[in-house]
């Protein structure tokens, strides 16, 4: 009986432990990238927005191509839309993806293409694939 609830014990500890550990970089520029790219599409398709927001620089961020460092400098120098509340917030978040990016975790990402086109018009596949059957 004490040997089960000592298991017990070290099984809900390990849980706690796995479930408590600290984002990785890639994980935490993954998360912001993700949140960045749904936020401007909902923006995008708010019919409640100021006009301006239409003619914002398309942002669709991959992390893993090198020209997303580009994008990200681009969306938040663009000169329009300041007075806008949800185009400044972000534009915040973008910088600081941008500065996550470059230093903090400068050494922990690895870019596979640069592609910058592939930002501009990318690829999306959906959410569940079909299986294909011989």
């Known amino acids: 009986m004490m040997k089960m609830l000592l298991r017990?014990?070290?099984l809900l500890s390990a849980v706690l432990l796995v479930s408590s550990a600290p984002p990785t970089c890639y994980s935490r520029v993954l998360s912001l990238s993700k949140e960045?790219?749904?936020?401007?599409?909902?923006?995008q398709t708010s019919k409640a927005v100021d006009p301006c927001v239409e003619a914002l620089p398309r942002l669709y961020l991959d992390i893993h191509n090198y020209c997303?460092?580009?994008k990200l400098r681009d969306f938040v120098a663009?000169?329009?839309c300041e007075k806008v509340l949800q185009v400044s917030a972000l534009k915040e978040k973008a910088r600081s993806l941008y500065t996550i990016?470059?230093?903090?975790?400068r050494r922990d990402l690895v870019f596979l293409t640069d592609d910058c086109n592939a930002l501009e018009?990318?690829?999306?596949f959906p959410a569940a694939p079909s299986i294909i059957q011989s």
């Open 8 to 10: 017990l014990i070290a």
């Open 36 to 43: 960045i790219t749904e936020s401007f599409r909902d923006l």
């Open 68 to 70: 997303v460092l580009a």
């Open 78 to 80: 663009y000169p329009r």
């Open 101 to 105: 990016m470059i230093s903090y975790c």
């Open 121 to 124: 018009n990318p690829v999306l």
